[in-house]
């Protein structure tokens, strides 16, 4: 044990007593890259203005930043079994804080573009290495509401972070968005030194380049392609085509090679567990679903109710807010009753309010979208977080850096994908319309209407694959 202690393991009582001050170190640092990955998006008109640029190149921001995320997150499986809990936490935090610094008092585009991805980067590590320590130290009959906290995070951060951008960018300028996160992760810095600790055991796992080469042309192609196919309008274009189909054989190529290696940088031997297959599934479809609501929303609402983007932000806060709270209670619930009832009933709700959100047109009212978009959200929270603890639960404890790393990797792919499918869906609707019944003002606002509910119905139909596959779905109580 003194060797232990002396590299930085605590032993299991002091752990059990501490887990809650390692966890919201954790949660605070999540928080900050999750919002990180939305809130800029308000500022997207001004810095056009600023760095006298345009839209397809400060897109970048967030593209970047998601590229990023999907190139690193599949390595974080690799570095959680090489490095030690503390030492990864600390890095991230450093490459968050650094990124984000930088983002704050960036002259230039160049400058502001390096900022998101050395953000990004710390995003990448973080993420995955707090669903492993919350596997780690809660027994399995209390991860519901451990894991609840981090889905809090995971959904609100996102969906909050529009509404404090607008607050943000109507009185002061863009550097703040940045310049506000910078001491919620020095406070996450400093609990983290603190109470951070080693909570599983470093394997001398083989660093194979080829792996990361395969890794990074595999999901950053698909990455890139779909984000590509939102700015374009179309799926029928060589880039987007070459860039996904270059990206799915990385993909292949990367899990044959994991295949014949003896200690591979990722196990596939997670998917040979059917209830994790079932919540990874899940967890990509709802939050394909997430991600392009928090797109066609805030542009039905700007575009077509004509609302400041203060005002639009404040409207889908009150979602937000009461999805922090259910986030939390569908965990205690999850713990107590398990997946078999809540995560359908969860869905159900979810199809309700998509149902009745894609009948939305110019006249529908805003508080219309409110109440739907708060059902919506608890329907979420009662189905995304228990479906993916009730996988992991599934895996014996060697698997839990490869299944968190497949969880995130495959939600942040899920996300872009999620958010250009989305988009392309909308500007083919509208296009397609104006084509038809002619070039107008009209028909264009028209258009755009019918764009958004061809693209909102494409979500109701993500939610109802989600639900078919919540039948299949059995309650594990064992650990492994």
Known sequence: MKTKEKEGYM?????????????AAFLVAAFIGLFNETALNMAFAQLIVDFNTDASTIQWLTTGYLLTLGILVPLSGFLMQRFTTRHLFIVSLLFSIIGTGVSAISPTFAVLLTGRIIQAIGAAIILPLMMQVVL????????????????????????????????????????????????????????????????SDVHPVKFDVLSIILSTI????????????????????????????????????????QFKMDQPMLNLKVFSFPMYNIGLLMVILVHMTILATMVLLPIYLQNILLLAPMIAGLSLLPGGVINAFMAVASGHIFDRFGPRVMVPVGLLLEIVALFALRTIDANTSVYFIVVFHILMFIGISLASMPAQTNGLNQLPRHLYPD??????????????????????????????????????????????????????????????????????????????
């Open 136 to 199: 780690m130290i809660y027994p399995i009959n209390q991860r519901g509401a451990a894991m609840g906290k981090i889905g809090l995070v995971i959904i609100f951060a996102p969906a909050i972070g529009p509404t404090i951008a607008g607050f943000v960018m109507e009185h002061f300028s863009w550097h703040y968005i940045f310049l506000m996160s910078l001491p919620f992760l020095f406070i996450s810095f400093i609990l983290g030194l603190k109470f951070v600790q080693n909570v």
């Open 403 to 480: 299944g968190t790393a497949f969880m995130n990797t495959l939600q942040q792919v899920a996300g872009a994908i999620g958010t250009a499918v989305s988009i392309t869906i909308m500007s083919i609707s509208t296009a397609n319309f104006v084509k038809v019944n002619g070039t107008t003002d009209d028909n264009t606002f028209t258009g755009s209407i019918i764009g958004v509910q061809h693209a909102l119905t494409f979500a109701l139909v993500l939610a109802i694959i989600a639900l078919v596959l919540s039948f299949f779905m059995k309650h594990v109580q064992e650990e492994k």
């Open 11 to 23: 032993d299991s009582q002091k752990l059990y007593e501490q887990r809650n001050q390692i966890i």
């Open 218 to 257: 595999g999901f950053g192609g698909v990455v890139y392609g779909f984000s590509i196919s939102g700015k374009l309008g179309t799926f029928i274009s060589a880039e987007v085509m070459v860039a996904i189909g270059i990206g799915a054989i990385g993909i292949i190529l990367f899990c044959l090679r």
